[in-house]
């Protein structure tokens, strides 16, 4: 017996299941999602994501109605927050891609970006809470804010799939798991109309009037990330799901949809390196190894090799984990010593630090093949840095920099000199893949034609285009989000 339904939606994550939510609340009656992994490995890589949200607004108390009990649980909260607008958000967008990011997409997420926070919350019954451990640093009797970073989904990740899945079934959204899509169909006048899917019973086909795609990139396929990235990013862990293969990309290319967007880049993150191929699902977000701005970062060679300082972490995140493994056994040491352990975030706490009372003693611990290079390296570092400078302010850029180094460090440059020291191990965790399909402002997938591919869809990390070389934390849950209430709406009224 043949399944009709109005739309169906691939894919079960974050944009997904906005785009099926989206899809039921604009009139659609039947709603298919159709996840390829079991249901214990749902929900692709909304799972292993801190939750955090990025979006604009022009007054601090406007994120009030999403976080109602914060003045009761943080004194002075909204002290530390400041206004985050459309052109600071879209600012940092064109900063961090350098001018290349998708002018018309760009401005689509950004424009959109806080009604599609109030939406998830509302609609999709996605509880928040302030992103205290994530995006918060402790000035006197108050936490200072990273500028549009406040609000995660309560419970991270794994909170934020839940809700979408809760709410998803509760509006009568059909999810089938273990259902992988293999082939899109098209009807006599090029319009989408079905997917062929296989499961534990064989090949099933199913049809409908359009069709969305947010089943992710090609990160967890290694032949994909070696012929598109590269072969160091071939050989990198991965962190989030193992199920992003790239089969989206691949069935929307196989009926001409056009490839966009940076098909060399990556979103990867700064891990830790004690884990295996894929971070393990119970940790979800808490792999990661972010304060490395308050540290000296070397490699095996002992040397440093990006400006740690360059900025803050949540900008920069991105593209040092890539970084990262362009060097010698992708692997990399952070160093600190005890005037800045204390801003460590928490998720260092899921691995056990090397530690020492001298530099060499630490040193003698490492995996670094030139030893005497590493103290070298150390011992100019500081020298060129500052003892204890009163513009040192870990909450903003300080402009506390060194002096004469060929690599500076622009920004939180102090001395280490304050025993015991303490290092870290770290390595690139590859998250999503920037290439993706071209799409237009209304999520329809555009040909390699120039024309729109009708009833055919498209959220999520498949949208090509709107990061080049490193990305803006949180801006990733939001686009996905956003784009995947534009598919949806536009699946069920086009």
């Given at each position: 017996?043949?399944?009709?339904?109005?739309?169906?939606v691939?894919?079960?994550?974050?944009?997904?299941?906005?785009?099926?939510?989206?899809?039921?609340e604009?009139?659609?009656?039947?709603?298919?999602?159709?996840?390829?992994?079991?249901?214990?490995?749902?929900?692709?890589?909304?799972?292993?994501?801190?939750?955090?949200?990025?979006?604009?607004?022009?007054?601090?108390?406007?994120?009030?109605?999403?976080?109602?009990?914060?003045?009761?649980?943080?004194?002075?909260?909204?002290?530390?927050?400041?206004?985050?607008?459309?052109?600071?958000?879209?600012?940092?967008?064109?900063?961090?891609?350098?001018?290349?990011?998708?002018?018309?997409?760009?401005?689509?997420?950004?424009?959109?970006?806080?009604?599609?926070?109030?939406?998830?919350n509302?609609?999709?019954?996605?509880?928040?809470?302030?992103?205290?451990?994530?995006?918060?640093?402790?000035k006197?009797?108050?936490?200072?804010w990273a500028?549009?970073?406040?609000?995660?989904?309560?419970?991270?990740?794994?909170?934020?799939?839940?809700?979408?899945?809760?709410t998803?079934?509760?509006?009568?959204?059909?999810?089938?798991?273990?259902?992988?899509?293999?082939?899109?169909l098209?009807?006599?006048?090029?319009?989408?109309?079905?997917?062929?899917?296989?499961d534990?019973?064989?090949?099933?086909?199913?049809?409908?009037?359009?069709?969305v795609?947010?089943?992710?990139?090609?990160?967890?396929?290694?032949?994909?990330?070696?012929?598109?990235?590269?072969?160091?990013?071939?050989?990198?862990?991965?962190?989030?799901?193992?199920?992003?293969?790239?089969?989206?990309?691949?069935?929307?290319?196989?009926?001409?949809?056009?490839?966009?967007?940076q098909?060399?880049?990556?979103?990867?993150?700064?891990?830790?390196?004690?884990?295996?191929?894929?971070?393990?699902?119970e940790?979800?977000?808490?792999?990661?190894?972010?304060?490395?701005?308050?540290?000296v970062?070397?490699?095996?060679?002992?040397?440093?090799?990006?400006?740690?300082?360059?900025?803050?972490?949540?900008?920069?995140?991105?593209k040092?984990?890539?970084?990262?493994?362009?060097?010698?056994?992708?692997?990399?040491w952070?160093?600190?010593?005890?005037?800045?352990i204390?801003?460590?975030?928490?998720?260092?706490?899921?691995?056990t630090?090397?530690?020492?009372?001298?530099?060499?003693?630490?040193l003698?611990?490492?995996?670094?093949?030139?030893?005497?290079?590493?103290?070298?390296?150390?011992?100019?570092?500081?020298?060129?840095?500052?003892?204890?400078?009163?513009?040192?302010?870990?909450?903003k850029?300080?402009?506390?920099?060194?002096?004469?180094?060929?690599?500076?460090?622009?920004?939180?440059?102090?001395?280490?000199?304050?025993?015991?020291?303490?290092?870290?191990?770290?390595?690139?965790?590859?998250?999503?893949?920037?290439?993706?399909?071209?799409?237009?402002?209304?999520?329809?997938?555009v040909?390699?034609d120039?024309?729109?591919?009708?009833?055919?869809?498209?959220?999520?990390?498949?949208?090509?285009?709107l990061?080049y070389?490193n990305?803006?934390?949180?801006?990733?849950?939001?686009?996905?989000?956003?784009?995947?209430?534009?598919?949806?709406?536009?699946?069920?009224?086009?």
């Amino acid at each position: 017996m043949q399944e009709e339904f109005d739309v169906i939606v691939v894919g079960a994550g974050n944009a997904a299941l906005a785009a099926s939510v989206s899809a039921k609340e604009n009139g659609a009656n039947r709603v298919l999602v159709l996840e390829k992994a079991p249901r214990e490995m749902r929900g692709g890589n909304t799972h292993w994501s801190g939750g955090v949200l990025r979006f604009a607004f022009d007054d601090p108390r406007e994120i009030g109605p999403l976080v109602p009990d914060a003045e009761e649980q943080f004194e002075n909260f909204y002290d530390g927050i400041q206004p985050y607008t459309r052109g600071d958000y879209h600012g940092d967008l064109m900063r961090v891609t350098s001018g290349r990011t998708d002018p018309v997409l760009s401005r689509v997420l950004v424009d959109n970006s806080k009604d599609t926070v109030f939406w998830m919350n509302q609609t999709g019954r996605i509880k928040m809470e302030p992103a205290i451990t994530l995006s918060a640093v402790r000035k006197g009797n108050t936490m200072v804010w990273a500028r549009g970073l406040v609000v995660r989904a309560a419970h991270e990740g794994v909170g934020l799939s839940r809700s979408w899945f809760q709410t998803a079934e509760s509006m009568g959204v059909d999810i089938r798991y273990g259902s992988a899509a293999v082939e899109l169909l098209q009807d006599s006048s090029g319009r989408a109309s079905g997917v062929k899917v296989r499961d534990d019973d064989g090949f099933k086909t199913y049809h409908a009037k359009s069709i969305v795609l947010g089943c992710g990139g090609f990160e967890a396929n290694v032949q994909m990330r070696t012929q598109h990235i590269g072969p160091l990013v071939g050989a990198a862990k991965v962190r989030g799901t193992p199920h992003n293969q790239g089969d989206g990309l691949r069935m929307a290319m196989a009926i001409g949809a056009m490839p966009w967007g940076q098909w060399s880049g990556c979103h990867a993150t700064p891990i830790s390196a004690d884990w295996g191929d894929f971070a393990p699902r119970e940790l979800t977000d808490r792999s990661n190894r972010l304060s490395y701005v308050y540290s000296v970062m070397l490699n095996r060679k002992g040397l440093r090799f990006v400006d740690e300082g360059e900025d803050g972490a949540l900008f920069t995140y991105a593209k040092f984990g890539r970084a990262i493994l362009a060097e010698p056994g992708a692997k990399a040491w952070q160093i600190f010593d005890q005037k800045v352990i204390h801003l460590l975030e928490p998720r260092y706490q899921t691995s056990t630090p090397i530690t020492a009372d001298t530099i060499e003693g630490l040193l003698d611990q490492l995996d670094i093949d030139d030893k005497s290079q590493a103290l070298r390296t150390i011992t100019e570092y500081n020298a060129a840095a500052n003892v204890a400078d009163e513009r040192y302010d870990p909450t903003k850029k300080d402009g506390v920099a060194t002096n004469g180094l060929a690599l500076p460090k622009t920004n939180w440059a102090v001395k280490l000199d304050k025993p015991p020291y303490v290092a870290y191990s770290a390595t690139g965790g590859i998250t999503f893949t920037f290439g993706g399909l071209k799409v237009n402002e209304n999520a329809q997938i555009v040909g390699t034609d120039w024309r729109v591919i009708k009833g055919l869809f498209c959220c999520g990390e498949m949208v090509g285009g709107l990061f080049y070389d490193n990305y803006p934390a949180g801006t990733g849950l939001v686009s996905g989000a956003t784009f995947g209430r534009i598919a949806g709406r536009n699946a069920a009224t086009m």
